[in-house]
């Protein structure tokens, strides 16, 4: 039966691998149609157009008003032309030039970041931000997501538990020593053979927990996987496709840590092509909310107050229509940060013990349901 079960898994991981290099071969065949085409258009004298979709998965639109932001629908539509002067013929000049790299990654079957695509061109390029921007264009033009032009990004993410996988011919055994960090691949096509008994999985936005976690041995007591927020998001999404577990995150109780969570729930506004693709929609917040420093009886010691750029932050944040529409409890907990106009750290609930974070926090919420 063993045997059995084996190959089958065996079949089912080659026609994935098929699969891929089919869904490769074709996006290669369409930028090598359109980079050809657009070169016969110049020689002929004609100026080259591109038409291009826009995408808005949020607005700052008011509780009650209706609004027309889709992660599949289109709001508008950019024509970039080449030959005419202005930022579109710049954008489409920049849109060309990363086009012609990704062509020849996928041609090599090679993988780089959007930082080593910015250090090919730095003098016309000028900012990482136009770089970005013009892999999002890409994305638009092919409806592609990232990973699929090759462009990854840079190797950050660290995780740990009850967990083995294959990342090409490597073996990943966190199960061997579920307190040891290893490196969150950046390349999803190069995992395979998923393996878990854990329970569910832990997200935590800064490496400073993830190693009070590791020494504290809280996967030793506890069947999880533990990943830092910097994690490659569609490793996450991944994991919880794979393996069908809760997922739990653990933010400060700042408008930048509810930020960070938001984004991985809804998605990036800059990526909001992709973002239906980059997110984890089920994604649950565990804490540390406002209200657990008074639950929680810290000193005020701990407690900082909002600067003027933290409240205009949250305020930003607040006017999302996402918080109206799906996530209302979140959006409590952020004007009851705003009202008393305090943060504070995951870190200060070492207050109460070194190991209070690890042993109690969140043991208890998890078991007692106390999420949102």
């Not at 027309?68 to 030039?97: E, I, K, M, Q």
């Not at 264009?137 to 997501?145: G, P, Q, R, T, Y």
């Not at 009850?162 to 990943?172: A, N």
């Not at 917040?285 to 420093?293: C, E």
Request: net charge neutral; charged share 25%; glycine share 4%.
């Amino acid at each position: 039966m063993a045997g059995r079960e084996k190959r089958k898994r065996a079949a089912a991981l080659d026609g994935d691998e098929q699969r891929r290099q089919e869904e490769a071969a074709t996006l290669l065949h369409r930028i090598t149609g359109l980079v050809r085409w657009v070169v016969a258009e110049v020689a002929a004298g004609r100026s080259p157009s591109v038409a291009l979709h826009r995408y808005q998965n949020y607005c700052a639109s008011a509780a009650a008003s209706p609004c027309a932001c889709s992660y599949d629908v289109p709001v508008g539509t950019d024509v970039l032309s080449l030959l005419h002067r202005g930022s579109h013929a710049s954008r489409l000049n920049v849109l060309l030039r990363v086009l012609l790299v990704v062509q020849q990654l996928l041609q090599q079957k090679k993988h780089c970041s959007k930082r080593d695509i910015y250090y090919m061109y730095p003098s016309i390029f000028q900012e990482q931000a136009v770089v970005d921007r013009a892999i999002n264009d890409i994305c638009v033009l092919f409806k592609c997501s990232r990973h699929n032009l090759n462009v990854v990004p840079v190797a950050k993410g660290l995780v740990m538990g009850w967990i083995r996988f294959l990342e090409g011919e490597k073996e990943v055994y966190c199960i061997m020593n579920v307190n040891a960090a290893f490196s969150i691949p950046v390349s999803i096509e190069a995992i395979k053979d998923v393996v878990s008994v854990a329970d569910y999985i832990l997200v935590v936005e800064k490496e400073t927990v993830f190693q009070r976690l590791a020494n504290d041995k809280f996967c030793e007591r506890n069947r999880c996987i533990v990943i830092t927020f910097d994690v490659v998001v569609l490793f996450l999404r991944y994991l919880v496709e794979q393996l069908h577990l809760p997922v739990y995150c653990l933010v400060d109780a700042d408008p930048y840590g509810f930020d960070i969570l938001a984004t991985y729930k809804f998605g990036s506004l800059q990526l909001a092509y992709d973002a239906n693709f980059l997110r984890v929609p089920d994604i649950r917040w565990l804490g540390v909310f406002t209200s657990d420093f008074e639950d929680y009886c810290l000193p005020d010691c701990c407690l900082l107050h909002l600067s003027s750029e933290d409240r205009r932050k949250a305020e930003g944040i607040l006017s999302r229509c996402y918080l109206h529409r799906e996530a209302p409890q979140w959006r409590l907990e952020l004007e009851a940060m705003l009202q008393k106009g305090v943060k504070f750290e995951i870190e200060a609930l070492s207050a109460c013990s070194i190991s209070f974070l690890s042993e109690e926090y969140i043991p208890q919420k998890i078991k007692q349901g106390r999420h949102i």
